[in-house]
């Protein structure tokens, strides 16, 4: 295998548990249900003072404010049957930073799944310069790798969530707008701690989910293409060198 060969086999390596978890924290940012799930497992009708339905509304606002180019965002919602504000400047504030953050994470996930794809339809498909049993060893390798990346965030998550969560806001922030109050702010009450807790660890659980399945695929496909001793036959009188 060739040097450049060996680095883009490396970056696969690498690219693949990026790709993964990218992916799914994509799906789960931008699935409806997972507001649902805060709305009612944390009961913030009760901590906002405002319906289950304007909540649920102003998060769909949320998602595709995620999703767009608008540089704020602004969401009224009915509170005992008058208009407010839900987010205050403050808040506003942060949405921008976070709404950069997780674009950014879009993106990382846009160029690891093309990279992904790439090399497997050029070296593997294309080219023909690698060996589909070399593609599954590679991919068994890489599910080590996401298996210790995971495990570790893993083991944060159920033990030490709530520091790792703060270290976390002053490493991706350069500022202090996440420090809410959860007495009067509505970001953090419609989405407390805990919440982001349970979401980190559905994603760990969806990523392992797709490399065991991509693990055992490979394992299959390995077993099942197993080189074979070749016997060979010797012509008479001859003896096999030993």
Do not use: C
Not at 79 to 102: C, M, Q, W, Y
């Amino acid at each position: 295998m060739g040097f450049a060969r060996q680095i883009a086999a490396l970056l696969f390596i690498v690219a693949l548990p990026v790709a993964l978890i990218t992916t799914t924290v994509r799906v789960v940012l931008n699935e409806p249900r997972l507001y649902e799930y805060a709305t009612d497992h944390y009961d913030t009708t009760a901590t906002t003072g405002i319906e289950r339905s304007e909540l649920l509304r102003a998060s769909g606002e949320l998602r595709d404010y995620f999703n767009n180019s608008d540089e704020s965002i602004f969401i009224s919602v009915q509170r005992n049957g008058s208009p407010i504000s839900l987010f205050n400047p403050r808040e506003t504030a942060h949405l921008r930073d976070v709404k950069a953050l997780f674009q950014l994470t879009f993106r990382v996930q846009e160029v690891a799944v093309l990279f992904v794809l790439a090399y497997v339809v050029t070296v593997f498909i294309w080219a023909k310069e690698g060996t589909f049993r070399s593609l599954a060893m590679q991919v068994l390798t890489s599910g080590l790798v996401t298996l210790v990346v995971v495990g570790a965030l893993g083991v944060v998550a159920v033990s030490g969530f709530e520091g790792a969560f703060t270290q976390f806001h002053v490493i991706a922030f350069d500022n202090d707008f996440w420090k809410l109050n959860p007495s009067r702010d509505h970001l953090i009450q419609m989405f407390p701690e805990a919440f982001w807790q349970d979401v980190s660890i559905w994603v760990g659980l969806g990523t392992l989910a797709e490399i065991g399945t991509l693990g055992l695929l490979s394992a299959i496909y390995l077993r099942a293409t197993r080189s074979s001793r070749v016997s060979v036959t010797l012509p008479a009188g001859v003896q096999p060198f030993s």
